[in-house]
């Protein structure tokens, strides 16, 4: 006998048909396409509220979210270009020095 | 008539039970909601051996290594570390280091926008590379036994296809997924094209953390509701409390995963199962799993919502070692690495493993 309270097993009991049920509509063609028109969704009512109020902001001029996102992208570029200097100084700084050529194989 | 006498006791003692519990619960609950009684995750002392850009390598101190080389653990890119070091009583970290393993945990960080832009490539080719070196100069052995864990092995496998020269003496993959056919639940919209990857990706140009737990969620659609239900149940338990809360924090704590590794896992590992009908090839080389010849061990779990074993299955046949074994567990995918199956079974037969590969030093 198991020692679970009742509830418990009541609940195991429902929760098992029903999460396979909604597992399997997870899975669905439906609900594939409600996900990609939410996304979709979501980024059109995004692009068209910043193009709403990108001339406002700008006439007060302050920065619209897409500003935002281009600096920092250029920052993330910028940070991006610093780390691979520094990987190359590191590689330079590790890498074994150039051998001189003695004056007896010069000659 | 000794039942008669007793039935009153016992259901005395049932209500004073109940009581004290109901106080129990009560008071774990309040400290659950405020967040007031927090467990530290990560307790193990450990110090930080390698650092490049975010990601660093980390080597737990023990007294009492008895084996050589060290094991270099590769974690995933999606979620926190600290699952294999969650608590002092549910540490893979810990049982490894107490079986006399050299313990090392390579982690990446939290990826952010300057991240975007590293491909598999990145860590397979650069960031492994450099850690495997590391390794051995910290330990001061000739090479290291990897140990990468879900998409950590993946790492590891594609570092070890794409450089078979790199100074592996042993390979261990665990709930590494490499037929991505096996993992339909959870690849189903990008595999079918349904869903764009490029879609998924924030401002930031990495997958945000939210839609990496909302991807799990959809494995087991009822999973936080039965989580919560047997919170409730146990609420009153305060060994039980000490041990969930340092889960339940992890399962809602993952990280960005960059954006370009994404859009190639999709491309390549999700679409095109590159790793099974292979080679895979990545920024003009190929890998191919048939290049890894040393040892391998491949550890799955039975009950894996999120690498079936099916998708990790194959593994052993696909590379070309001779000396390799799969061990299938009773668990699931996080109960690998910290549970009671892990603490008995798990991590001694890989612990077991690794040392019967290893050789015997002086403490």
Known sequence: MSGRPLWRRGFDALERPVGDVIAGAVQSQPFADGVALGLHLERLVRREVERGTRRWLHAVNLPTATDVRRLSQQVAELQRQVRALSHELDALETAPPPRRRSARSAS | ?363
């Open chain 2, 1 to 363: 008539m000794s039942g008669v006498t007793q039935a009153p006791e016992a259901l005395l003692k049932r209500l004073e039970r109940d009581v004290a519990r109901a106080v129990r619960r009560g008071r774990n609950g309040l400290r659950y909601a405020a967040g007031t009684q927090r467990t530290r995750v990560g307790q193990t002392p450990k110090d930080v051996v390698w650092r490049r850009d975010k990601a660093e390598l980390w080597r737990y101190r023990n007294d009492a290594i008895r084996y050589a080389p060290p094991v270099v653990v590769v974690h995933s890119l999606v979620s926190r570390s600290y699952v294999l070091d969650l608590h002092p009583a549910n540490s893979a970290i810990r049982t490894l280091t107490d079986a006399g393993l050299d313990m090392m945990l390579l982690d990446w960080g939290v990826a952010d926008a300057v991240d975007a832009d590293n491909g598999l490539e990145t860590y397979a080719d650069e960031y492994l590379p450099a850690a495997v070196d590391a390794a051995r100069e910290a330990a001061g052995t000739d090479d290291v036994t990897l140990l990468g864990y879900c998409f950590g092995g993946v790492l590891s496998l594609l570092s070890l296809a794409r450089h078979p020269e790199l100074p592996v003496r042993n390979l261990i993959a665990m709930a590494t997924p490499v037929d991505f056919e096996g993992m339909a639940s959870m690849t189903g919209l990008l595999r079918s094209r349904r869903l764009h990857p490029e879609d998924v990706l924030d401002e930031t140009g990495n997958v945000p953390p939210e839609a990496v737990e909302n991807a799990f969620r959809l494995l087991r659609p009822t999973g936080e509701v039965a989580q919560y239900a047997t919170l409730w149940e146990n609420l009153w338990n305060d060994q039980y409390m000490e041990g969930y809360q340092p889960m339940a924090q992890w399962t809602r704590d993952h990280v960005p995963f960059p954006g370009r590794a994404f859009l190639q896992t999709v491309d390549l590992l999700v679409r095109d199962n590159a790793l099974v009908h292979g080679p895979l090839r990545l920024a003009g080389r190929d890998a191919d799993l048939a290049a890894i010849t040393c040892p391998f061990l491949n550890v799955m779990a039975e009950r894996d919502h999120i690498v079936p074993a099916g998708a990790a299955r194959p593994l052993e046949g696909l590379v070309g070692s001779e000396d390799a074994e799969t061990l299938c567990l009773d668990a699931g995918h996080v109960g690998l690495v910290a549970s009671r199956t892990a603490a008995k079974v798990t991590l001694p037969h890989i612990a077991e493993w690794v040392q019967r590969h290893s050789d015997r030093v002086e403490a």
